[in-house]
């Protein structure tokens, strides 16, 4: 059983705000990756990082940063938070160099008022 | 660069009808290609794979062929049911990452 969590799953907030979604994963996975699914549910990659202080910027230019200072956890924050950032935000992880099958947690979604 | 095209959706479908979800590929290499589905309120999971030209993924009914000649790998069931109704993605392996279609939501009606 691939166990990734990712907290919280549902958030509102106002303009400006600085928030963290959080990503954890006890499967001791290398690789985990963050990715910003758009209402017609389309993916893309924003970050990943293969592992403790390696960070990526993904194939879409993001405002966002992450962070891997521990192997199970990859939290993304947003700064000052805006209504362009209004979406559905997936962590997932990997093994190195399985990377193709990667194991994803339900999703934040986020809502920028 | 790489890519993945899929069918444009939704697809809706009797129980027990026959699937094809097309799908087809760009790739300078040889990519792994890969299967996800993504049922409501959930993050996606791995339905199947294959590595190399002619392999066969299945799971769950689910079957797809990795076709290099058409640059295809098109999903296929028998006989679909209602809990099948979910988003799928076709994907491909990228130097180390995921490139993921654009999805196709299914929809299968009792």
């Known amino acids: 059983e691939a166990d990734i969590y990712q907290t919280p799953r549902y958030l509102v907030i106002g303009t400006g705000k600085k928030i963290t979604l959080e990503c954890s994963q006890t499967m001791g996975h290398d690789k985990m990756y963050w990715y910003q699914q758009d209402p017609g549910m389309e993916l893309h990659l924003i970050h990943y990082?293969?592992?403790?202080?390696?960070?990526e910027k993904g194939d879409l230019s993001s405002e966002s940063t992450v962070s891997r200072i521990r192997t199970e956890h990859f939290p993304l924050t947003l700064e000052s938070a805006r209504p362009s950032h209004t979406s559905q935000y997936l962590c997932?992880?990997?093994?190195?160099?399985?990377?193709?099958?990667?194991?994803f947690g339900p999703g934040t979604r986020l809502t920028v008022l | 660069g790489d890519s993945v095209t899929q069918m444009e959706g939704p697809v809706t479908l009797s129980e027990e009808a026959f699937l094809t979800i097309n799908c087809t590929y760009t790739?300078?290499?040889?990519?792994?290609l890969f299967w996800y589905v993504q049922y409501p309120g959930e993050g996606l999971q791995l339905l199947l794979k294959?590595?190399?030209?002619?392999d066969k993924g299945s799971n769950k009914g689910f079957e797809a062929t990795y076709r290099k000649e058409t640059t295809s790998f098109h999903l296929e069931k028998g006989s679909v049911q209602v809990s099948d109704s979910a988003v799928y993605f076709c994907a491909l392996s990228d130097g180390g990452k995921l490139i993921f279609g654009q999805g196709t939501e299914l929809s299968v009606k009792p």
């Open positions: 997932a992880s990997s093994e190195y160099y399985d990377y193709g099958t990667q194991y």
């Open positions: 990082s293969y592992g403790v202080n390696s960070t």
């Open positions: 790739a300078t290499g040889y990519p792994s």
């Open positions: 294959a590595t190399k030209a002619d």
